[in-house]
Each structure stands twice: as C-alpha cells, then as structure tokens.
C-alpha cells in the first residue's frame, strides 16, 4: 500500500510531508528546497513552469507568471475581493464558466484556478515520488479553516486534476495543532493563529491524550502576506509618483518589479530595522530613465500594515467567545504562517492573549506536517490520535418569505447529519424548490436532511415523508467545474505530464551528447595526428549526425545518434588506453634494462668476530 501524503496547498509557497516511521518528514523539492512556492508560469515557447523556476522568471514575463491563485479558488469573477485583486496584479483575471474567477495567458489560453493549483499539486506529488521511489496516489491535502464549501470543493477537484486521489481535506490550524501535539505530547486548550500569504485563521482546540477536539474556529479568507506586500507597493507608488510624477500602477513591468521587491523587504525587516530598496530603470520618460531608490524602516512598515494586523483581533474574540474559554484558560498560543515571524504580528499576539506565543514549530511547515500525520492516522500507522474538527459556516436553507432557517450551527463538530421537516407554502403547489445557503438566510411534509462530510462538503437530501420519494444530491455551487471538466482537465493534465516527460528525456539525451562532445573533441585535440584517420573520422561524423537531429528529431533518434557517438567515442578510448599500455610497457622494460646495467659483480670477505 502506497503512502498517503500530506500537502499544505499555501497562497505563496506549498509544501508536502510523509510519515517516514513513527516521524513525519518534510520533503526537499528537486530544487533542494523543503518550500515551493506556488508559482506556475507559461514560457514563450508555452513551456510549463512550476515553483522556483516560475517564481525565477517573473519580472520578464509578468502576463504569464501566475501567483496567489489560492485567492480565486472557488470565487465568482464578480466578487468583491476578485475586482479589488484585479487592479493590484499584473496577470489577467477574467469571467469563467459559470461566472467562476479564472485566469487567462498573454496567449488568450484560459485556465481555471483548480487547473493551477494542480500543477502545484503535481509538483508536490512529483517531489513525493522521488523521495519514496514509488507513485503515489493518495493525499490529504489543507485548507483555510474558514474555507466555504465551494473553496474545499474547488481544492478537492484541483487533486483529482493532479491525479491524486483526495482521501481527507483538513482545516490548516487542525493540522497545525496536530504536528504540535504530536511533537510536545501536551494535554490542554491551545489556540492556532495562522497568519499565511493569503489567509487568516484562528481555531481553538482541546487536546487530551490523543484526541484533538476543535472548539471553535473563525478568521478572514482574504487576509494575509500578499495584503502586506500591498501596502508597500501602494506606498512605493505613491513616493515615486510624487518624487518624479511617474504612475507605476498601469505598467505591469513595474508592477511585478514592485512585487518581488515588496516581499523581500517585508522579509528584511523581520530581521533588520531599515531596507533599501532600489530599482533601477523601473520606468522611463521623455527626459529619460528612471530609478527607484527608497529607505523602509520597520516602523514605517508596521505604520502601514497595523490596521491589517488589527483585522485579526475580531475573529480571536468570536473565536474564544465560541468556544466559552477566558484568554487565562489558554494553555498555549502556537503561530503558523510566514507572516507571524514578523515581530509586530508576534507582539499584537502577545499583546491579546496576554501570553509568549510559542515559536517551536517552523511556521512554513508545520502545516504539511500535521496533514502527514492525519494521513497517517488515516493509514493506521499513526496510533491514538483522534482528531474532531468543526464545520466553519453555519448551514441552512431559505423558507417562505425569505428567511434563513438554520439547520446545522457553525463550530458542529463533523461529519455530522442533521433533518428537519418542512410543509409547502401555498396550496396546489407542485414542486418544492430548496435553496440552500451556507454562512451569515400545509400538508405535504418534506424532510430536509444535511449531511457534512469529514471533508467539510456538503451533501443535501429532500424526502416527500407521504410518497417516499427521495433525492439526494452533493452540493454544488451554481459555479465549480462540472464531472465532464474535471475529466477533460484530468486528461489534459496526464497528457501535459507525458510532454513534460518527454521534454525532461530530451534534455537528459542532448546533455548526455554534449558531454561525449565535449569530451571526445578534449581528447582529440590533445592526441593530434596519433589519432587513426578511421576513428577520427567516425567520431566526427557521429558528431555531426547528433548536431544535426538533436534540435528537431524525437527523443529515439536523438537516442540512436548519442549511442553512435558513444560507441565512436568508446573506440578513441580503446586506442588511447592501447597508447597508455604501449607506454607503461615501454617504460617496464627500460626500468628493467636500467637496472640490468647498474649490477656490479664484487667479492667479499666474510669478517670472523
């Protein structure tokens, strides 16, 4: 049975971790890297890039390098939060299928969120496999706890496109707790303050000799280190506006520039009180080019990022309130997320719970970890761990005059299955229609049952309780990706995975010929004319015939010309270990012929003591 990993799906860098024994292992990506950021981009020559590399070529190729997209998943392009990210980022956004948010290529190829996020997947699951030396299948991959049913849904599908096989999705604070506990063995009440690059939660948990019960969970999914950078790139705007009249806002260029140079100054200042920042040629006008060159203090940043930083105090009291606790209840604050290694972050936290918040968990993987642990606990090999997490949203449908009518409160622990019965509203009336909504809205008796799954998603079934008449059904948003794309796009993903095979073996193969290029032409200049006319002349025309297909022929003929110049090359070995032989016998026999000469015969007279 293969492992099942655990993959932390961040808005700016994603992760994967396995049981490895009885201990959970982050992974290094090829790059060496136990991070990836979540980066895919599309080259000119429409070449898939994941990760590093993506992330590497951004500011050339600012149209086609796409980041954040955790931000669209599962969000209609007319959301509020979807225009407002539309005019900071230099990619196009556009109105999908069913008014869904996707993205679009300088090439006008569309692609939506779940086919992104997939790539990313792929390249965990890639990562996995290397490290394991067998295909894996089986993931449990992390969300936002205050993740709606269309965001879990839209992850769910992303893992399908990825080809894996989804076998629990889990909230990112549960699993944060569950690394937690399982490292420090601790019993008590603890709260999760997971302030990531794109998101915000905040969940109260009890852990009690193996057994994680969540409490409550609260927080904002459109919170977090991409917001921060914001704030620097409006505030670099503005100063370079008003020093030289210039607006970067509409160049794109600039934009990604800004971006990148944002984010490392954010991180700088985690460590140090004052950063430059300093662009050069970042625009250019009639009186000629123009440069940016700025001083950022810490306390100029946390100026402009407080009143985010604030944002997070509102979810920590509803949280706490939820679950019934006092601040002097708490046992443990742990922080997860990039952004809680910034000092401010950490003394506001200070500051609220009136307590250290404990900096013993690396806060970029954590998360991964504990998703591993859960697939561990799912596959038997993690024993006495119990994990009850909560359903994030209250849940309910409309009834007459258009109230909500809740059926299942937020913070129920899940799975959990809830039926209420309902009558008709008019007389004559032949058909029921049930909407129903999750978050903060006679004679014929029909039972309403809800059904939420491990995964937090939704399934809905109405009962006529005369006729017996039933219909059951998982929710769907009126957006998502139906079975028929998720199929076309597993398809499309598989089919990507065998270009992007071929592609690797075609570097492999001409890397593998221009070694014995460079190699046999080092050989051949140091022998000269010792060199047989018929070797020479084979390795040549070996090397001419690879030169000639390696640009344009399939990956069999490349291989076919890099044997032939391999066995060519093989030949000029053969004659050069001949010469060395021919050499070292030479030099044998004048060591013997030398010592031949250096014998002197001698008498000698033995001396009687």
Same mark, same amino acid.
């Given at each position: /049975?293969?492992?099942?990993?655990? &993959? ?34 599309? $080259? ?67 692609? +939506? ?158 460590? +140090?009180?004052?950063?430059? &920042? ?5 625009? #250019?006008?009639? $009186? ?25 105090? !509102? ?26 290694? /910034? ?50 949203? +209250? ?29 008709? #509203?008019?007389?004559? *009336? ?7 909504? *999750? ?5 014929? !008796? ?60 075609? &570097? ?10 460079? /190699? ?28 000639? +297909? ?15 110049? $391999? ?8 004659? /050069? ?12 026999? $004048? ?19």
């Amino acid at each position: /049975m293969s492992k099942i990993i655990g &993959i932390d799906l961040g808005t700016t860098n994603s992760c994967v971790s396995v049981m490895s024994g009885s201990e959970p292992k982050v992974l290094e990506n090829s790059e060496g890297a136990r991070t990836t950021p979540s980066v895919v981009a599309f $080259s000119n020559n429409n070449e898939k890039l994941v990760g590093q590399v993506a992330k590497r070529q951004a500011v050339t190729n600012p149209l086609n390098t796409f980041y954040g997209i955790k931000r669209l998943i599962g969000h209609k392009f007319k959301d509020k939060e979807i225009q407002e990210l539309k005019q900071l980022i230099p990619y196009k956004i556009i109105e999908g299928k069913n008014g869904d948010a996707w993205i679009e290529t300088s090439e006008g190829k569309q692609y +939506s969120p779940e086919q992104i996020s997939a790539f990313i997947l792929q390249k965990m699951k890639e990562t996995a496999e290397n490290f394991l030396g067998t295909t894996v299948k089986d993931a449990v991959i992390t969300v936002p706890a205050y993740f709606n049913d269309a965001q879990r849904q839209a992850t769910k599908d992303a893992g399908t496109i990825a080809g894996l096989n989804v076998v629990r999705i889990i909230n990112e604070p549960t699993a944060a707790a569950l690394a937690y506990g399982l490292e420090k063995n601790k019993n008590g009440t603890v709260i999760v303050y997971d302030l990531g690059g794109g998101t915000f939660d905040v969940s109260v948990l009890e852990i009690n000799d193996g057994v994680f019960e969540v409490k409550s969970t609260n927080g904002i999914t459109n919170l977090g280190g991409e917001d921060f950078d914001q704030e620097i790139i409006k505030y670099l705007i503005a100063e370079f506006k008003k020093d030289s009249g210039v607006d970067l806002a509409q160049d794109k260029l600039a934009l990604q520039r800004l971006k990148e140079a944002a984010e490392k100054a954010k991180i700088e200042l985690s460590s +140090s009180l004052e950063t430059d &920042i300093n662009l050069p040629f970042i625009t #250019a006008d009639a $009186s000629g080019p123009k440069h940016l060159n700025i001083k950022l203090s810490r306390a100029k940043l946390e100026s402009l990022v407080d009143s985010l930083i604030e944002k997070t105090k !509102q979810p920590c009291e509803i949280a706490l309130k939820d679950a019934g606790i006092t601040k002097s209840e708490i046992n443990e604050v742990i922080l997860v997320g990039g952004m809680t290694r /910034m000092p401010k972050v950490i003394e506001k936290v200070k500051e609220f719970f009136g307590k250290e918040p404990h900096k013993g968990v690396n806060p970029d993987e954590v998360v991964a970890i504990g998703a591993a642990v859960q697939g561990g606990v799912l596959q038997g090999d993690v024993k006495d761990v119990l994990l009850l997490d909560v359903t994030p949203l +209250s849940l309910g449908i409309e009834t007459l005059g258009g109230a909500f009518t809740k059926l299942i409160e937020k913070n129920t622990t899940i799975p959990t299955k809830k039926s209420q019965i309902f009558s008709t #509203a008019e007389d004559n *009336q032949t058909a029921v229609t049930i909407r129903v909504f *999750q978050a903060p809205r006679g004679i014929p !008796q029909i039972e309403v049952t809800f059904d939420i799954d491990a995964n937090g998603i939704v399934n809905v079934s109405a009962k006529d309780k005369a006729t017996g008449k039933e219909h059951q059904i998982q929710i769907q948003s009126s957006g998502g990706l139906s079975k028929e794309e998720i199929e076309k796009m597993v398809k499309d993903a598989e089919s990507h995975a065998e270009e992007d095979r071929l592609k690797k073996e075609k &570097i492999d193969l001409i890397n593998q010929g221009e070694n014995l290029i460079n /190699m046999a032409e080092k050989n051949l200049k140091e022998l000269g004319d010792k060199v047989p006319g018929d070797i020479k002349t084979n390795i040549e025309n070996a090397i001419k015939d690879f030169k000639d +297909s390696k640009d344009n022929a399939n990956n069999d003929t490349i291989k076919a010309k890099v044997e032939a110049l $391999s066995n060519a090359t093989m030949k000029l070995g053969e004659f /050069m270990y001949q010469q060395n032989q021919n050499k070292s016998d030479t030099s044998d026999n $004048s060591t013997n012929n030398t010592q031949k000469d250096d014998v002197v015969d001698a008498d000698f007279e033995e001396v009687k003591k």
